[in-house]
T-cell receptor, first 111, second 116 residues
Protein backbone atom coordinates (compact mmCIF):
# COMPACT_ATOMS: atom_id res chain seq x y z
CA UNK A 1 0.00 0.00 0.00
CA UNK A 2 1.33 3.43 -0.95
CA UNK A 3 1.91 5.81 1.91
CA UNK A 4 -0.01 8.57 0.10
CA UNK A 5 -2.62 8.25 -2.65
CA UNK A 6 -3.61 11.21 -4.81
CA UNK A 7 -5.54 11.15 -8.07
CA UNK A 8 -3.31 12.76 -10.73
CA UNK A 9 -6.26 14.07 -12.75
CA UNK A 10 -6.40 16.14 -14.85
CA UNK A 11 -9.49 17.74 -13.35
CA UNK A 12 -11.28 20.31 -15.54
CA UNK A 13 -13.95 22.56 -14.09
CA UNK A 14 -15.76 25.70 -15.28
CA UNK A 15 -14.92 29.03 -13.71
CA UNK A 16 -16.89 29.62 -10.52
CA UNK A 17 -17.19 25.93 -9.64
CA UNK A 18 -16.35 24.47 -6.24
CA UNK A 19 -13.31 22.23 -6.52
CA UNK A 20 -12.59 19.33 -4.19
CA UNK A 21 -9.09 17.83 -4.14
CA UNK A 22 -8.35 14.82 -1.97
CA UNK A 23 -5.61 12.59 -0.63
CA UNK A 24 -5.60 9.46 1.47
CA UNK A 25 -2.70 8.28 3.57
CA UNK A 26 -1.73 5.22 5.56
CA UNK A 27 0.81 6.50 8.11
CA UNK A 28 -0.94 7.07 11.43
CA UNK A 29 2.02 9.10 12.67
CA UNK A 30 1.26 11.97 10.30
CA UNK A 31 0.18 15.02 12.28
CA UNK A 32 0.97 17.87 9.93
CA UNK A 33 -0.94 18.22 6.70
CA UNK A 34 -0.06 20.56 3.88
CA UNK A 35 -1.20 21.56 0.43
CA UNK A 36 1.25 22.93 -2.09
CA UNK A 37 0.36 24.62 -5.37
CA UNK A 38 2.67 24.30 -8.37
CA UNK A 39 2.16 26.43 -11.44
CA UNK A 40 3.60 25.32 -14.77
CA UNK A 41 7.36 25.96 -14.96
CA UNK A 42 7.49 26.89 -11.28
CA UNK A 43 8.39 25.14 -8.05
CA UNK A 44 5.76 24.19 -5.47
CA UNK A 45 4.64 26.84 -2.97
CA UNK A 46 2.96 26.19 0.36
CA UNK A 47 -0.74 27.01 0.15
CA UNK A 48 -2.28 25.64 3.33
CA UNK A 49 -0.93 24.06 6.51
CA UNK A 50 -2.98 22.24 9.15
CA UNK A 51 -2.05 20.52 12.38
CA UNK A 52 -4.14 17.52 13.46
CA UNK A 53 -7.80 17.21 12.54
CA UNK A 54 -10.31 19.87 11.64
CA UNK A 55 -10.81 22.61 9.11
CA UNK A 56 -8.78 25.65 8.21
CA UNK A 57 -10.01 28.42 5.96
CA UNK A 58 -8.04 31.02 4.06
CA UNK A 59 -10.04 33.13 1.65
CA UNK A 60 -11.49 30.87 -1.04
CA UNK A 61 -9.49 27.88 0.20
CA UNK A 62 -10.52 25.41 2.93
CA UNK A 63 -8.33 22.54 4.10
CA UNK A 64 -10.03 19.66 5.88
CA UNK A 65 -8.40 16.81 7.77
CA UNK A 66 -10.12 13.63 8.92
CA UNK A 67 -7.54 11.63 10.83
CA UNK A 68 -9.96 8.84 11.66
CA UNK A 69 -10.43 8.15 7.95
CA UNK A 70 -6.87 9.16 7.02
CA UNK A 71 -8.29 11.53 4.44
CA UNK A 72 -7.55 15.16 3.68
CA UNK A 73 -9.25 17.57 1.32
CA UNK A 74 -8.71 20.98 -0.19
CA UNK A 75 -11.78 22.91 -1.29
CA UNK A 76 -11.58 25.87 -3.63
CA UNK A 77 -14.67 28.08 -3.81
CA UNK A 78 -15.49 30.29 -6.78
CA UNK A 79 -12.62 28.79 -8.75
CA UNK A 80 -10.73 31.10 -11.10
CA UNK A 81 -8.59 30.41 -14.18
CA UNK A 82 -5.62 31.57 -12.08
CA UNK A 83 -6.21 28.53 -9.84
CA UNK A 84 -5.14 26.28 -12.74
CA UNK A 85 -2.11 24.46 -11.38
CA UNK A 86 -1.01 21.15 -9.89
CA UNK A 87 -1.93 20.70 -6.24
CA UNK A 88 0.24 18.46 -4.08
CA UNK A 89 -0.75 17.15 -0.69
CA UNK A 90 2.08 16.68 1.79
CA UNK A 91 2.43 15.12 5.21
CA UNK A 92 4.81 14.98 8.14
CA UNK A 93 4.89 13.32 11.53
CA UNK A 94 6.52 16.34 13.12
CA UNK A 95 9.84 17.66 14.27
CA UNK A 96 12.77 16.89 12.03
CA UNK A 97 10.95 14.27 9.99
CA UNK A 98 10.90 14.63 6.24
CA UNK A 99 7.84 15.70 4.31
CA UNK A 100 6.06 13.01 2.25
CA UNK A 101 4.38 14.31 -0.90
CA UNK A 102 1.53 13.04 -3.05
CA UNK A 103 1.87 12.79 -6.82
CA UNK A 104 -0.18 15.96 -7.38
CA UNK A 105 -3.55 16.63 -9.04
CA UNK A 106 -3.55 18.81 -12.13
CA UNK A 107 -6.46 21.27 -12.09
CA UNK A 108 -7.67 23.31 -15.03
CA UNK A 109 -10.30 26.00 -14.51
CA UNK A 110 -11.93 26.89 -17.81
CA UNK A 111 -13.13 30.49 -18.33
CA UNK B 1 9.52 35.47 -6.54
CA UNK B 2 10.40 32.81 -3.97
CA UNK B 3 13.95 33.95 -3.37
CA UNK B 4 15.37 30.65 -4.60
CA UNK B 5 16.95 30.67 -8.04
CA UNK B 6 18.16 27.76 -10.13
CA UNK B 7 20.33 27.60 -13.22
CA UNK B 8 20.13 26.40 -15.87
CA UNK B 9 16.38 26.16 -16.30
CA UNK B 10 16.72 23.54 -19.03
CA UNK B 11 19.52 21.08 -19.72
CA UNK B 12 20.01 18.40 -22.34
CA UNK B 13 22.95 16.10 -21.86
CA UNK B 14 24.32 12.86 -23.20
CA UNK B 15 25.03 9.92 -20.95
CA UNK B 16 28.77 10.56 -21.02
CA UNK B 17 28.57 14.29 -20.22
CA UNK B 18 29.36 16.02 -16.96
CA UNK B 19 27.23 18.97 -15.96
CA UNK B 20 26.30 20.85 -12.81
CA UNK B 21 23.07 22.35 -11.54
CA UNK B 22 23.24 25.47 -9.40
CA UNK B 23 20.89 26.73 -6.71
CA UNK B 24 21.08 29.98 -4.78
CA UNK B 25 18.82 31.18 -2.00
CA UNK B 26 18.52 34.81 -0.94
CA UNK B 27 16.39 34.16 2.16
CA UNK B 28 19.06 33.71 4.81
CA UNK B 29 18.02 30.11 5.38
CA UNK B 30 20.22 27.44 6.93
CA UNK B 31 18.88 24.32 5.27
CA UNK B 32 18.87 23.42 1.58
CA UNK B 33 17.47 20.44 -0.32
CA UNK B 34 17.56 18.70 -3.68
CA UNK B 35 14.39 16.98 -4.90
CA UNK B 36 13.63 15.00 -8.06
CA UNK B 37 10.18 15.38 -9.61
CA UNK B 38 9.14 12.86 -12.27
CA UNK B 39 5.82 12.67 -14.07
CA UNK B 40 3.10 10.95 -12.04
CA UNK B 41 5.50 10.31 -9.13
CA UNK B 42 5.76 12.04 -5.76
CA UNK B 43 8.57 14.45 -5.07
CA UNK B 44 11.63 12.44 -4.12
CA UNK B 45 13.98 13.91 -1.56
CA UNK B 46 17.59 13.41 -2.66
CA UNK B 47 19.88 15.37 -0.36
CA UNK B 48 19.61 17.64 2.66
CA UNK B 49 22.17 20.13 3.90
CA UNK B 50 22.04 22.06 7.16
CA UNK B 51 24.64 24.74 7.85
CA UNK B 52 26.64 23.37 4.87
CA UNK B 53 26.74 19.86 6.33
CA UNK B 54 25.01 16.99 4.56
CA UNK B 55 22.43 15.49 6.89
CA UNK B 56 20.66 13.13 4.51
CA UNK B 57 21.45 11.16 1.40
CA UNK B 58 18.31 9.37 0.41
CA UNK B 59 20.01 6.38 -1.27
CA UNK B 60 20.86 8.44 -4.32
CA UNK B 61 23.16 6.86 -6.95
CA UNK B 62 26.72 8.13 -6.93
CA UNK B 63 26.32 9.62 -10.41
CA UNK B 64 24.65 12.49 -8.51
CA UNK B 65 27.12 14.39 -6.36
CA UNK B 66 25.98 17.35 -4.24
CA UNK B 67 28.11 20.22 -3.03
CA UNK B 68 27.24 22.95 -0.55
CA UNK B 69 30.05 25.51 -0.22
CA UNK B 70 27.97 27.80 2.02
CA UNK B 71 24.43 28.13 3.32
CA UNK B 72 23.32 30.15 0.28
CA UNK B 73 24.60 27.93 -2.53
CA UNK B 74 23.94 24.34 -3.48
CA UNK B 75 25.19 22.41 -6.48
CA UNK B 76 24.31 19.06 -7.99
CA UNK B 77 27.08 17.60 -10.10
CA UNK B 78 25.94 15.12 -12.73
CA UNK B 79 28.00 12.50 -14.56
CA UNK B 80 27.26 9.38 -16.60
CA UNK B 81 23.53 9.80 -16.14
CA UNK B 82 20.90 7.44 -17.50
CA UNK B 83 17.80 8.32 -19.54
CA UNK B 84 15.62 7.47 -16.52
CA UNK B 85 17.29 10.36 -14.69
CA UNK B 86 15.39 12.78 -16.94
CA UNK B 87 13.17 14.81 -14.62
CA UNK B 88 12.63 18.19 -13.01
CA UNK B 89 15.24 18.82 -10.32
CA UNK B 90 14.03 21.16 -7.63
CA UNK B 91 16.06 22.99 -5.04
CA UNK B 92 14.45 24.19 -1.82
CA UNK B 93 15.47 25.98 1.34
CA UNK B 94 14.07 26.45 4.83
CA UNK B 95 15.08 28.33 7.94
CA UNK B 96 15.84 25.07 9.74
CA UNK B 97 15.12 21.35 9.44
CA UNK B 98 11.90 21.24 11.48
CA UNK B 99 9.75 20.74 8.37
CA UNK B 100 7.35 18.56 10.26
CA UNK B 101 6.39 21.33 12.65
CA UNK B 102 5.32 24.00 10.24
CA UNK B 103 8.68 25.18 8.99
CA UNK B 104 8.09 26.19 5.39
CA UNK B 105 10.16 25.07 2.43
CA UNK B 106 10.67 27.54 -0.40
CA UNK B 107 11.24 25.96 -3.78
CA UNK B 108 13.09 27.22 -6.81
CA UNK B 109 11.62 26.91 -10.32
CA UNK B 110 13.61 23.78 -11.08
CA UNK B 111 15.94 22.58 -13.81
CA UNK B 112 14.27 20.47 -16.49
CA UNK B 113 16.85 17.78 -17.35
CA UNK B 114 16.74 15.53 -20.39
CA UNK B 115 19.30 12.75 -20.67
CA UNK B 116 19.72 11.33 -24.16
Amino acid sequence: QKEVEQDPGPLSVPEGAIVSLNCTYSNSAFQYFMWYRQYSRKGPELLMYTYSSGNKEDGRFTAQVDKSSKYISLFIRDSQPSDSATYLCAFSSGGYQKVTFGTGTKLQVIP
Amino acid sequence: ETGVTQTPRHLVMGMTNKKSLKCEQHLGHNAMYWYKQSAKKPLELMFVYNFKEQTENNSVPSRFSPECPNSSHLFLHLHTLQPEDSALYLCASSQDLALGSGETQYFGPGTRLLVL
